[in-house]
């Protein structure tokens, strides 16, 4: 039962009917009558916060109940309300009050004040709205704020629902994909979630009682401006948060925080370009440009415009990467686009006099792979394409030799089927992703033509596969092809490794790989994060696209340095 109410003499209490005067009547009360208790109600419409959470009040129904304001969240688009806490329980005991366009009644955390309301329901989160009465009785501190650590108290959230709250950890951006949509971000505890394929731990990753909704105090969509971005405005994957305090409450299937004081962020910052190579090395990438197709349509740019945006995220990229000979995923499967991307590379550097090797037979998927290569850098030898069945893209193989002297090697470009598109039946997801089983057939394919390649070649010289290999590293895939003496150029902890980030689990899909030997030779090798951490709302068919090679792609290219 509430606690029993006591009436303040009437010229120390202003009581305020009718919604229309609800909150100008408010900013009229007199310190006085802040300090004054709240009156008594009819018992008939009494009632606490945690029986209208319980259920035990009918919905419709004209109630009256008291709190402390714990959080106010008034402005454009934002919640509309406030809500009120009861610390007499055990958990406290939190409610959302809806009353809208009210920001000018000077509500702030640490009122108590007294409601005669509507009891409902919106989306399933109980809620009081419709007021007919407010009436602030004191001026306080803000309620209790109850201190979490997940994943340790992933169960006590539910109890907690619209209780204000404080996480005494480092929280971190897992997802940034709703933030310009929704204004939301998906934090984690512990760090960033990798993807259960980098370590072998197949199937639905147990890691839900580590994840918060970081959310902006509003349900509108496409939110203006964003929130939550830093002074370059973005909001990377990686970015970290510490002592979030805010009212938990639940929405959208997931539990979220609005924060009641701006978090303080760290980290997150944006990587410089792949330092220059010298000039004793070669430099040798690969890079999913995702749809770069020279004609709009439903792939890639829809229109002029974003083709134009498109074009110079990618050519940035590929100017901060310097590179020698490029592995290229995921070009729009026509002879024009080929020609297109080779002028584009050309003329980034007056330096580098570019050439697309020539693919005997790119398939007939909508998407080719291919290679570029500096001809002042390195000769090419000859090539090689693989048009097995198994591939819908068949691999491009270059066979090159340093111009300054050196030994020869060759590289193949290669994108291994889709994770997504199940069919109904057969090669369908057991854990690693749709079409395991055509990824596994086609790496034994690889490793199989790869040495029928090399045996005719003088001295069988060693050959790097690179590309967009949909698998992680503990994949089956990936098994065949370390098991045949693949090993990673690039990453020595594959477990830590992403080029990669899907529903807030990092992993890597792209690779620069070859055998044991050839990794002696590499001395410098690294993924440009310039992408996947990156909101997609930069992207060049984002909502609000941004300058720079930023979210250009959605994976990160990799490259290494060769001696």
């Given at each position: ?21 609800l ?70 005991t ?61 169960a006590?959230?539910q ?44 199937g639905e990753?147990?890691?839900h ?47 979220r ?15 410089e ?12 990438a ?14 890639g ?36 686009a ?13 330096a ?5 090797l ?30 097995d ?15 300054d ?53 003088p ?17 089956d ?15 020595e ?16 899909l ?20 310039v ?30 340095d060769?001696?």
């Open positions: 039962m509430h606690r029993l109410l006591h009436h303040a003499p009437r010229s120390a209490r202003r009581v305020l009917t009718g919604t229309a005067g909150f100008l009547l408010l900013a009229l009360v007199p310190a006085a009558t802040a300090a004054a208790d709240c009156p008594a109600p009819p018992l008939d419409r009494l009632a606490s916060l945690s029986e209208l959470r319980s259920g035990a009040v009918d919905e419709d129904r004209r109630v009256v109940a008291e709190g402390t304001i714990s959080g106010v969240f008034y402005g454009d688009d934002a919640l509309g309300g406030f809500y009120l806490q009861d610390d007499a329980t055990t958990p406290p939190g409610l959302f009050v809806y009353a809208p366009g009210k920001d000018d009644a000077d509500l702030r955390p640490g009122d108590h004040v007294q409601i005669r309301g509507r009891f409902g329901r919106h989306h399933g989160r109980p809620q009081l709205s419709r007021l007919q009465e407010l009436e602030r009785c004191r001026r306080g501190e803000p309620p209790q704020t109850v201190t979490l650590h997940l994943p340790d108290d992933a006590r959230l109890d907690l629902e619209d209780v204000r709250v404080r996480f005494d950890q480092t929280l971190t951006v897992i997802a940034n994909r709703e933030l310009a949509r929704y204004g939301s971000l998906d934090l984690a505890a512990g760090g960033r979630l990798r993807h259960p394929g980098q370590s072998g731990a197949f990753p147990d890691d009682d580590r994840r918060i909704v970081l959310d902006d105090g509003s349900y509108r969509a496409n939110p203006d401006p964003v929130p939550f971005l830093d002074g370059q405005g973005t909001r990377r994957t990686g970015s970290r948060v510490t002592d979030l305090t805010g009212i938990l409450t639940h929405a959208f299937g997931a539990h925080v609005h924060p009641v004081a701006p978090p303080e962020w760290e980290g997150g910052e944006r990587p370009p792949p330092p220059a190579p010298a000039d004793d090395v070669l430099r040798i690969t890079a999913n440009l995702e749809n770069d197709f020279v004609t709009p349509g439903e792939r740019a829809r229109n002029a415009a974003e083709r134009d945006r498109q074009v110079a995220k990618l050519d940035a990229v590929l100017d901060g990467l310097a590179m020698d000979i490029l592995a290229f995923i995921e070009l729009e499967n026509r002879s024009a080929g020609r297109e991307l080779r002028q584009r590379v050309d003329a980034l550097d007056d580098t006099t570019m050439q697309k020539a693919h005997p037979d790119s398939g007939s998927d909508a998407i080719q792979v291919g290679l570029l290569y500096d001809r002042e850098r390195v000769e090419r030898l000859g090539s090689a394409a693989d048009n069945p198994v591939h819908h893209r068949p691999p491009l193989l270059g066979w090159f030799r340093p111009r002297g050196g030994e020869p090697f060759g590289v193949v470009a290669v994108h291994f089927k889709s994770r997504t598109g199940c069919p109904e039946h057969g090669d369908i997801d057991r854990g690693q992703g749709c079409w395991n089983q055509r990824r596994t057939e086609q790496a034994h394919r690889l490793v199989e033509w790869i040495a029928e390649q090399r045996a005719a070649q001295g069988e010289p060693p050959v790097i596969i690179a590309g967009d290999l949909n698998g992680y590293a503990a994949e895939p990936l098994t065949v092809l370390r098991e045949a003496g693949k090993q990673d150029l690039v990453h902890e594959p477990a830590t490794a992403y080029t990669y980030v899907f529903r807030g689990r990092t992993g890597q792209d690779y620069l790989l070859g055998p044991r030997p050839l990794a002696g030779r590499v001395i410098a090798a690294d993924t440009w994060a992408n996947a951490d990156e909101p997609v709302f930069l992207g060049f068919d984002g909502d609000r696209p941004g300058e720079g090679p930023w979210r250009a792609s959605d994976h990160d290219p990799v490259w290494l060769l001696r």
